[in-house]
């Protein structure tokens, strides 16, 4: 997920199977790599519910006031809830809708891809072009990082094995830092 300059997010709910999310204002990117049919992925805005159904790449935006939202989405097909009205949006059909009934709306031209989502395609990039992605799980936040901060090889007595490209001298794994319970991962070494 990425947020514009002057956008602001509350989470309204988080855990294994839900996300949700209000958006009072400005813009939020957000792309779904993975989703299934169990989990919920809801934006709320003061005029509407977007809720994701299945994964592709997604922009919902609140203007300064609160009175419209756009939805875009550029990959994928998600639903828009107002007051006693839902509609399927899909990649086709942008809209700005007004007002909480969602009886007032606009279709959008595909608006073109602007400097913040340049930046979040980008940054998406990152994450499905990683090497680190073939010996770490992508349900291990941040896995995408070492590709920046190390490299891979293959031992022969024991596997694939990361290094780091600089360490302090005098370093050692373990030393510094404590051994923490994270859920789901399991074991995890913290500062």
Same mark, same amino acid.
Request: proline share 5%; glycine share 10%; aromatic share 12%.
């Given at each position: ?5 002057? @956008? ?10 839900? @996300? ?24 709320? @805005? ?5 809720? $994701? ?6 922009? $919902? ?26 509609? $399927? ?29 340049? %930046? ?60 923490? %319970? $994270? ?9």
């Amino acid at each position: 997920m990425g947020l514009n300059a002057g @956008t602001s997010v509350t989470v309204l709910n988080l855990d294994d199977s839900v @996300t949700q999310l209000q958006l009072t204002q400005g813009t939020m990117s957000v792309r779904v790599r993975r989703f299934d049919p169990n989990q919920v992925l809801e934006i709320d @805005t003061p005029n509407l519910a977007f809720t $994701v159904r299945q994964a592709g790449q997604y922009q $919902v935006g609140v203007d300064a006031d609160g009175n419209a939202t756009d939805v875009v989405v550029r990959r994928g097909r998600g639903d828009v809830y107002g007051e006693g009205a839902s509609y $399927v949006l899909d990649a086709q059909h942008p809209y700005r809708f007004f007002g909480t009934g969602l009886r007032e709306y606009e279709a959008l031209a595909a608006p073109p891809v602007d400097d913040f989502e340049r %930046w979040a395609m980008e940054r998406d990039r990152l994450y499905d072009t990683s090497v680190s992605a073939r010996y770490v799980s992508p349900d291990v936040v941040g896995y995408q990082d070492l590709d920046s901060h190390g490299s891979w090889s293959t031992q022969p007595s024991y596997g694939s094995v990361w290094f780091p490209k600089r360490v302090d001298a005098g370093w050692a794994p373990y030393r510094d830092g404590h051994w923490a %319970w $994270v859920d789901p991962l399991g074991l995890d070494v913290g500062r």
